[in-house]
């Protein structure tokens, strides 16, 4: 499959499928008539580079992940602590939107309960 089918049949942005040419991860891709060919390996190495896209990786951190996914089950460790990173942080974010949503909350309920301190403060016009 040529990197133009790859990225129509699933999806893909092309500057992921030239990303991960440029990474080196493609083992199994081979240059036929001047274009790439991917195999079913290389397709499962980029559905794993769109999840880590889709769970907030940059591009230097997917690159990472992919060549540690590479060396197997010796890099499990320095995969799971990057794993783990991203979903602390994820719970960080989550903690802080809950934050600003309780606020949101708060200022939403004195509005619609009549705030009796606003109306004391009120300028008579």
Known sequence: MTISEASERYH??????RQYESWGLCGAVKK??????????????????MTLHDIGFTAGETETYMKLLLEGSSADGQRLRMLNE??????????????QLDRLDYLRHTIRKGNPERKRTAPKG
């Open 32 to 49: 036929v008539m001047g274009s790439w060919q991917y195999d079913d390996t290389d397709l499962e190495n980029l559905s794993m580079i």
């Open 12 to 17: 893909i942005p092309m500057e992921i499928l």
């Open 86 to 99: 991203k979903r602390n942080a994820a719970l960080d974010e989550i903690h802080f939107r809950e934050k």
